[in-house]
């Protein structure tokens, strides 16, 4: 399909561990923003990617968490020594421009259980 | 502190009938609003928008109305389906103040659709 893919769907790690999540966005989308949706909260913005730049990373909450993008495609978050606070639902959105009211597409998210 | 408000977490309506959920902003930047739909394990996916130069914005079965001088916004869904049943997010952004390409989001609501 040409939508927004997440890999891994679901990743159960121990505390403490590394974790790579990947985010595939929709092609020629040159916008990528990655959030995270902790159990009964609304979605949380982590970071802003123009092309393979990220001008925002304000929503990182801790030093452990790090992206990138390359190729003005694919992104990967990752998130070093986790913890259980971590645990949560990561999602990734793309869009075609920069601007708030271009729609932003999802992806599926990855569950993340840290145990 | 929440910038965009959903009080209601849950909403219970019969077929047929309206569905109106709410949605309640502190920031004055904010001047772009949306609406996404979310099925348990998906992403969510958008439904439906405003600008802050209107008041109200129809497509199909959905309206959404924007109150700005009460910072309030509402999604109507008329004739409420049992597909329709889901979370939905309030979503905001702004156009100025450099912050246009960030979606603060609501908590959401949960609509249940009872044939």
């Known amino acids: 399909g040409a939508g927004v893919s997440q890999s891994p769907s679901n990743k159960v790690t121990e505390k403490g561990k590394d974790v790579e999540l990947r985010c595939d966005p929709i092609s020629g989308h040159t916008a990528l923003y990655w959030y995270r949706q902790s159990l009964g909260q609304g979605l949380e913005f982590l970071i802003y990617f123009q092309g393979n730049s990220a001008p925002d990373k304000s929503g990182l909450p801790s030093d452990r968490f790090s992206a990138e993008r390359t190729g003005e495609s694919v992104s990967t978050l990752t998130i070093q020594r986790t913890q259980q606070e971590d645990s949560a639902v990561y999602l990734c959105?793309?869009?075609?421009?920069?601007?708030?009211?271009?729609?932003?597409?999802f992806g599926p998210g990855t569950r993340l259980t840290v145990l | 502190d929440q910038q965009v408000k959903q009080n209601s977490p849950s909403l219970s309506v019969q077929e047929g009938r309206i569905s109106i959920l709410n949605c309640d902003y502190t920031?004055?930047?904010?001047?772009?609003f949306l609406w996404y739909k979310k099925y348990p394990a998906e992403g969510p996916t958008f439904l439906i928008s405003i600008s802050s130069i209107k008041d109200k914005n129809e497509d199909g079965r959905f309206t959404v109305f924007l109150n700005k001088s009460a910072k309030h916004l509402s999604l109507h869904i008329v004739p409420s389906q049992p597909g329709d049943s889901a979370v939905y997010f309030c979503a905001a952004s702004g156009r100025s103040g450099g912050s246009n390409y960030k979606l603060t989001f609501g908590k959401g609501t949960l609509l249940t659709v009872n044939p």
């Open positions: 920031n004055s930047m904010f001047d772009y």
């Open positions: 959105a793309s869009t075609r421009g920069t601007r708030g009211y271009n729609e932003q597409f």
